[in-house]
């Protein structure tokens, strides 16, 4: 018995996913048990680099999702709308869904999943974050077991190719990503990228999964890369630091009822496994009890990554229709919780800060720094001034952990203090 799958898109990912399909020699036998029944694009015209029957091709997307012969529909349009609707409409006519579609799943997952449990069908989402590196199937089953503290992911690779470069070069940011747009690195609108909007997508996803409750999107907190110059990555390196865009979501320490879920750039150790992630690369940090620490580590883009992650989606559920009673949903497949997370607010954090004035070159201006700081009970761990910018002394602290709202407050009165300028960057730290 073949499955029968309706592929919406037929752009990079749907591509790869069909060249897939079409080849199935070398890989796992379900492979071969899996048939292109129908394809919907935009265009009938547009010329295709992979050889699709012309009569399985159609415009009419709608009719996929609604064909009474359609198994599985595979939705890699991307995009919000007309994503989300098919899907649903996929869902109430009883298909499984295979998506790769992180804005959705992050913005519409409680209205998904609930219509999924209550058709009895699947939505799987493996290709949806870290491209082709299996993070999802991993939480949902082999790490299933685990009290999970932490996920800290690298999941964006536009902004991990920016900072690369950034470091490698010296450059700055703006420089940088003109010429990454250039070499089709980056988008021509870049800003789900930079912003850290696409990032945080991915980490309410990641989220949900290892900590088993849904998460609203507009509780994360998100800070992009645009704020980080070259001279924050030179004295990051001197003082032991990578600079990357983290996607974290972590068990607050003094409340282990409340989640913190953010993305930021942040100070990594160089010694941290994070720290070696370069170039468009992804890597997923997770950390559990008893598991311990374990790196997933990939590609998270492009058409093949991301195809395999999409087809290791297809077979599973092949697999499961093939051996089970259909009445009732694989538990270790489907969502099963339905509460949100707490978030815990920004100001409840607890890290470790970088921050670099700019300040009047004169007696005492670290001493005052220093006092606004210990006022607040924040705790220095180093302080060095090494440089100048124009005519103002660039000093640059890390702090011992602290709580951010206790950081923020002993900020602001050192932006009342005469002898500084400005604080040209405020980096968190891992
Ligand atoms: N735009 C994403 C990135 C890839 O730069 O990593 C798709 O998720």
């Known amino acids: 018995m073949a499955f029968k799958i309706g592929l919406l898109g037929l752009g990079t990912v749907g591509t790869g996913t069909a060249e897939i399909l079409l080849s199935p020699e070398g890989r796992h036998p379900l492979v071969q048990e899996l048939e292109i029944y129908r394809v919907g694009v935009r265009s009938l015209d547009k010329p295709r680099t992979v050889q699709l029957p012309p009569d399985i091709l159609t415009t009419d997307i709608e009719a996929i999702v609604t064909d009474p012969e ?23 006519h009883g298909k499984h869904v295979v998506t790769a579609n992180k804005a959705v799943i992050s913005r519409f997952g409680d209205e998904i999943f609930t219509a999924a449990n209550s058709s009895g069908v699947y939505v799987m989402l ?3 974050v870290g491209g082709g590196i299996p993070v999802i199937q991993p939480l949902k089953q082999a790490l299933g077991v685990n009290r999970i503290q932490a996920v800290t992911g690298i999941v964006n690779g536009t902004t991990n190719y920016i900072l690369t470069r950034m470091r490698d070069e010296g450059a700055d940011f703006g420089e940088v990503l003109a010429d990454a747009q250039k070499l089709g690195y980056a988008e021509a609108d870049p800003t789900a990228d930079v912003d850290g909007l696409d990032a945080a997508d991915k980490i309410a996803i990641l989220a949900s999964l290892a900590f088993g409750g849904r998460i609203k999107l507009e509780d994360v907190y998100c800070e992009g ?17 990578a600079i990357k865009l983290l996607a974290i979501a972590k068990k607050v320490d003094s409340d282990k009822e ?12 160089k010694i941290h496994p994070l720290a070696s ?117 660039e000093i640059v602290v890390v702090t011992h952990d602290v709580r951010e709202g206790n950081f923020r407050q002993a900020l602001d009165e050192i932006r009342t203090l005469d002898a500084v300028d400005s604080i040209a960057s405020l980096l968190r730290v891992l």
């Open 70 to 92: 359609v198994d599985i529909v595979v939705e890699v349009l991307g995009g919000l709308e007309p994503a989300r609707s098919l899907i649903l409409k996929a869902i109430s």
């Open 126 to 128: 493996e290709a949806a």
């Open 225 to 241: 890369i645009s704020g980080v110059g070259a001279a924050d990555i030179a004295y990051a390196e001197k003082l032991g630091f």
């Open 258 to 269: 409340k989640l913190s879920v953010r993305v930021h750039p942040t100070l990594v150790p």
């Open 277 to 393: 992630v370069s170039g468009v690369y992804n890597a997923i940090f997770v950390e559990g009890e008893p598991i311990g620490q374990v790196m997933f580590y990939g590609r998270g883009a492009g058409a093949g990554p991301t195809a395999s992650a999409v087809v290791s989606d297809i077979i599973n559920i092949a697999a499961v229709l093939k051996t089970r009673d259909a009445s009732k949903l694989h538990p270790l497949l489907s969502c099963s919780h339905q509460h949100y997370c707490q978030i815990a607010p920004m100001e409840e954090l607890v890290t470790r800060f970088y921050a670099r004035f700019l300040t009047k070159d004169s007696p005492g201006v670290i001493g005052k720094l220093g006092t606004c700081f210990g006022d607040r009970g924040v705790s220095l761990e180093s302080v060095v001034q090494t440089g100048f910018q124009n005519e103002f002394a």
